[in-house]
């Protein structure tokens, strides 16, 4: 940057000419061609997860660092680095859980380490881990409903099973066919799940189901043996307790806007009787059926018998001409 000569300093580039007396007494003339160059400097600003390497050097704490080079013109350079250094996260979360486990918007149901990397709000990785246990366990379905030619008063039924001598245990009133669809396999032949059970008659029936299900989705599809089918009006999720209650209104059933799913009764709603043929309606080959059975005086559980005293006869088949009256036929949302 600078050059001393004779004396003098210079820091511009060019020619000098001096004249002095040399030892002879004589003038002497002495010529300078100079040329300066520039040393340098320079500032880096910089941000970094962890660490950051500048110069051959890693530095991983913040803060000001300064070194000096020789720069291509062969003079001093002096480098700064301001340095911010971020860091980055991790976490480890240990769950025991059953079924499936909702972790960073994907379901995991197999038991194992999962790690996924992330940026955290410095801008920097962030490594997390789950470490999954995944037991077998169960879910119930806890499922109310009425059956009309059941249906006594104050949310009782008979005891249809227990009078008629097939079951031992006095809440026993009907058995009933419990059928869930996922909602995108509403166009399959058959269901997801098919399930018998005992209706009681306190219009409770359970369904146990083992941890493949559990976290799925699905439509309710009941049946009884001489009832109009119904569906819930919207799917649940099976998990480890769930109740649905079709008693408590018609929004609980599906409905095609045309007839109601359900018949209310004093406030609460149930199954209609007379489908004594399963095919979705009540109607007059559902009357052919209950008269057939009447001729013979047939006695016991039949699905001719809809009003469950045991005997088909007329009582049954004027059930059924008053429920015929109202059109009724079965809703799914298949039909949509």
Known sequence: TSYIWNGKTYTTSGTYTIHLTNAA???????????????????????????????????SISGTYTIHLTNAAGCDSSATLNLTIKQTTTSTSNVSTCGFYNWNGKTYTTSASYTIHLTNAAGCDSSATLNLINTNCNAT????????????????????LYNLGISNKTDESDSIELNLWKPNHLNNLMPDVIKKGILRNNGMVDFLFNSPLIGDSFYIDFKCRNGVEIW????????????????????KAYSNGINAPMKNIGGVYVVYSGDVNQDGTIDIFDMANVENDAFNFSFGYNVSDCNADGATDALDMQLIENNALLQLFSASPHQN
């Open 25 to 59: 007494g004589c003038d002497s003339s002495a010529t300078l061609n100079l040329t300066i160059k520039q040393a340098t400097t320079s500032t880096s600003n910089v941000s970094a997860c962890s660490s950051y390497i500048w110069n051959g050097n890693t530095y």
């Open 141 to 160: 379905l806890h499922l109310k409903i009425f059956i009309e030619g059941l249906y006594t008063s104050a949310g009782m039924m008979e005891s249809n």
């Open 232 to 251: 819930s009006s919207n799917y649940i999720r099976l998990v480890n307790s769930v109740n649905y209650d079709f008693t408590t209104g018609l929004d």
